[in-house]
């Protein structure tokens, strides 16, 4: 699972009434165009779902993320230089690292094999309550 979160300028119109199809929806956006390059960028995370500079400031999450949170409490997290949604609350933990142990045990050696190994580098440092935060 990968994505990217922005926010900015968004129009809409829905055509639903012109042509032979009712789902016609003609759109011009800031947030999309941003959210897509997110998701484009080539370095890390290489999956997880990032947010892009516009969709969150450091007051906002400096709001809900409070020092005293562990890392599986917190909505969002600070690693390779991206904001990522936290996707390891402690109860997807225990369930979660058999299963990606499991996948990069059948995958390893392919093109999924990095994905993995990121998925279990983030897991563990959720687990193990490692900061993930800016200038940490």
């Known amino acids: 699972m990968r994505g990217g979160i922005a926010r900015g300028k968004h129009v809409q119109q829905n055509l639903h009434e012109r042509g032979d199809s009712r789902h016609h929806v003609f759109a011009v956006s800031e947030a999309l165009v941003r959210a897509a390059a997110e998701e484009r960028r080539k370095e890390p995370p290489p999956c997880g779902i990032t947010l892009d500079e516009s969709s969150i ?22 690693r390779n230089r991206r904001w990522i949604v936290n996707p390891f609350s402690a109860g997807i933990i225990r369930w979660a690292k058999p299963r990606l142990d499991a996948l990069l045990s059948e995958y390893r050696g392919t093109s999924h094999s990095p994905k993995y190994e990121w998925m279990l580098d983030l897991l563990n440092d959720v687990s193990s ?5 800016a200038g940490s």
């Open 57 to 78: 400031t450091l007051e906002e999450i400096s709001a809900f993320d409070l020092p005293e949170y562990q890392a599986t409490q917190r909505a969002v997290l600070f």
């Open 129 to 133: 309550n490692q900061r993930l935060r």
